[in-house]
C-alpha cells in the first residue's frame, strides 16, 4: 500500500504563486507514476499534471499549460505542483494520486491506485 499526503495549499490573491508537494510511503507493487488531479465545487475532478516513475516524462492539462508544472527527481516518492499566475477558476482541493503501470499522459483518473486526502487552495480576486 502506497500512502499519499499533500502539503502546501492555502488561501493566495490572484497571480500569486503557490508550490504544492505530495509525499508518497509505504511500498507498491511496481514503479509508479504520480499526477494531480482537481475538483471544484460543483464540478468533477479533473486532471492537472502527471509526471511518470523517473521523472522524465510529464504532461500538463491544456487549462494550466504555461502556469503550471509538475516536478519529480528519478525515483523518488515525491512530486511536487509548481502553480504560477494563479487564478480565481483555479480554486479547487488538489489531490495527489499514484498508480503502477500508469504511462503518459497520465491522465486517466481511473488508472490510478492511491490517492491523498486533498488539499484546499483558494484564489481570491
Known amino acids: 500500500q502506497v500512502q499519499l499526503v499533500e502539503s502546501g495549499g492555502g488561501l493566495v490573491q490572484a497571480e500569486d504563486s503557490l508550490t504544492l508537494s505530495c509525499d508518497a510511503s509505504g511500498r507498491a507493487p511496481g514503479d509508479y507514476a504520480m499526477a494531480w488531479f482537481r475538483q471544484a465545487p460543483g464540478h468533477e475532478r479533473e486532471f492537472v499534471a502527471g509526471?511518470?516513475?523517473?521523472?522524465?516524462?510529464?504532461y500538463i492539462a491544456d487549462s494550466v499549460k504555461g502556469r503550471f508544472s509538475i516536478s519529480r527527481d528519478n525515483g523518488v516518492p515525491w512530486a511536487t505542483l509548481k502553480m504560477n499566475s494563479l487564478k480565481p477558476e483555479d480554486t479547487a482541493v488538489y489531490y495527489c494520486?499514484?498508480?503502477?503501470?500508469?504511462?503518459?499522459?497520465?491522465?486517466?483518473?481511473?488508472?490510478?491506485?492511491?490517492w491523498g486526502q486533498g488539499t484546499q487552495v483558494t484564489v481570491s480576486s
Open positions: 509526471i511518470g516513475w523517473s521523472g522524465g516524462r510529464s
Open positions: 494520486a499514484a498508480g503502477v503501470g500508469v504511462y503518459f499522459p497520465f491522465d486517466s483518473m481511473e488508472d490510478y491506485d492511491y
